[in-house]
């Protein structure tokens, strides 16, 4: 460990240093060398391991030339604090609220709303001939009256979080009961039965990847997992 004040090996003097852990795993830092304008190849280089903690790696240097000769370098440092063996860390869980417009004769309850063909609630009109659903007329229908649609919660979530390892994409529209991170802090939502992996977009900073895996829960029937099957298995 290198202490405040003291030189390293090549006689950079290390002058100020600080250490951040955030709640969403990762962990910043920095180091502030000072050494004469002749040793500036004695500071630390941008993919280096931080001298404390490995699992932190230099990417940025800013150097500063003072007087006398004398060069400021500040070195920041970034890493995660992976859960267990995961190389992860634990998920940002964000809730995005909702509605979807789903046809009317889709209802749970269509057959005391709409009846059917044979025998037809509130005023429900049906083709003779196909026995579709077109639509609510006359005095029976009272406020269905031109009713098309109703209003369902749309149930979108997604699970922010850092790993070192690069996201497999052909996870993507993978239906799943619960998401493969974080299942034990991820909310039960009534009337849900399984979601669909929608996306995952990500960005690399460095050797690590921060990734967004966004989710989209179905209705009671859950999605239809002939219909959503990936192309392949994934890792």
Avoid at 148 to 168: D, G, I, K, V
Avoid at 186 to 209: A, E, Q, S, T
């Amino acid at each position: 460990m290198i202490e405040k004040g003291e030189l390293n090996e090549n006689g950079a003097k290390q002058v100020d240093s600080t250490y951040n852990v955030k709640n969403d795993g990762t962990i910043e830092a920095s180091l502030t060398f000072t050494a004469s304008k002749t040793n500036i190849a004695s500071f630390p280089a941008i993919d280096d391991d931080h001298p404390d903690d490995v699992r932190l790696q230099c990417y940025n240097r800013t150097l500063t030339y003072g007087n006398h000769e004398l060069v400021t370098c500040t070195c920041s440092y970034f890493g995660i604090a992976v859960v267990g063996t995961t190389q992860k860390t634990e998920p940002v869980i964000s809730y995005d609220a909702g509605t979807n417009q789903e046809p009317i004769e889709t209802h749970p309850r269509w057959d005391t709303i709409g009846g059917e063909p044979n025998a037809p609630e509130n005023g429900a009109q049906y083709d003779e001939d196909t026995g579709q659903f077109i639509g609510f007329a006359g005095d029976d229908a009272g406020d269905l009256l031109g009713v098309q649609y109703y209003l369902t919660p749309a149930t979108n979530f997604t699970m922010t979080y850092w790993t070192t390892r690069q996201p497999n994409l052909s996870k993507r529209l993978k239906v799943v009961k619960d998401p493969e991170i974080g299942k034990k802090i991820f909310p039960r939502i009534p009337n849900v039965k399984n979601f669909l992996l929608i996306d995952m977009p990500y960005r690399k900073v460095g050797n690590l990847y921060q990734v967004t895996e966004q989710y989209m829960g179905s209705g009671d029937r859950g999605w239809n997992e002939e219909i959503y099957k990936p192309m392949s298995a994934g890792l």
